[in-house]
């Protein structure tokens, strides 16, 4: 009779374990219900110090942009269409002591880029997105280019969302933290991405499962990030290069494979070569940027 039961202790044991192993894992993938709307509220903060022609230049901004992303239909391919749309934007900026202030909410009409934004918070996108959150189709996008080419100086600063391609790989790149099996505690991943409307930038994110818990897991995060692109702004033409680093955490929601939040912090070394307007003369400006990204979305 003993024996009996040190053998069914011994059972309940390993089963236990094979139990407590199998919570270990997480399979990460979108799990999103029809109805479901995603408010994500993504705040920046970039500080530059730059030195052009022998004159120090330093600017600092502070950006917040707040998409919502509405889960209309689960298709019968298993992806969701979405219907997403840009609800508001902020941007302070000082240059020099010369300051730009820009709020999608304000009413005064003595600023125009409060007036420009306006019409482009008004355009609405549908998305087809796969269970990995890559984005496969886009409805919609003739509309919104149109909204944003009305502004040039705006057009120039949201390059990202100028055409199908590059906006694809804007919206898909924040979904970039789903592996390609079941993961554990410990475990490794590295995912790439290159974004065309942000000068070809070209990114490595690695991942690390911090945590998993009931609710949610946690990721270490860690990515190197490469632009050598030329640019062209107000007939300059500019050799721009670019490396630098991002190191941080991200909370996923188990339930339906959304972020919840994230926080980022950015070191990027430029240098651009370009020549004078005045003289023709080349020149090389170098320029030191940090900011910290921060991602919050709430479900409703």
């Known amino acids: 009779m003993k024996i009996k039961l040190i053998v069914l202790f011994v059972v309940s044991l390993l089963m236990s374990a094979q139990i407590v192993d199998a919570k270990s894992k997480v399979f990460l993938r979108f799990n999103l219900q029809k109805g479901s709307n995603y408010e994500m509220t993504m705040a920046m903060t970039n500080n530059v110090d730059q030195e052009m022609m022998g004159h120090p230049f330093k600017m600092d901004q502070k950006m917040e942009m707040v998409f919502l992303y509405n889960v209309l239909d689960v298709l019968p391919n298993k992806n969701y269409l979405v219907e997403y749309s840009l609800q508001g934007m902020k941007l302070d900026m000082n240059i020099n002591d010369q300051v730009v202030h820009m709020d999608s909410k304000d009413t005064a009409q003595s ?8 019409g482009f918070l008004a355009a609405k996108l549908k998305l087809e997105l796969n269970s990995k959150g890559g984005v496969e189709r886009v409805e919609g996008m003739e509309e919104y280019t149109k909204n944003l080419s009305q502004n040039p100086q705006m057009a120039q600063s949201m390059r ?72 062209e702004q107000q007939g300059i033409k500019i050799d721009m290069k670019m490396t630098g680093t991002q190191t941080g955490s991200m909370t996923i929601d188990r339930s339906d494979g959304w972020l919840r939040t994230s926080d980022l912090t950015q070191k990027f070394d430029m240098h651009m ?28």
């Open 273 to 300: 070569k370009m020549k004078n307007p005045q003289s023709g003369e080349e020149m090389e400006i170098p320029m030191l940027m940090n900011s910290v990204a921060k991602v919050t979305v709430v479900k409703n």
């Open 160 to 231: 990202m969302f100028s055409d199908e391609k590059s906006f694809k790989s804007f919206i898909s790149q924040s979904f970039y933290y789903f592996p390609e099996k079941e993961v554990e505690e410990g475990d490794k991943w590295t995912s790439s991405f290159e974004l065309p409307g942000m000068m070809n930038m070209e990114t490595t994110m690695n991942f690390e499962v911090a945590t998993i818990e009931k609710d949610q897991v946690i990721l270490n995060v860690s990515s190197d990030v490469n632009i050598d692109s030329p640019v």
């Open 111 to 118: 600023n125009p880029m409060n007036a420009s934004i306006k």
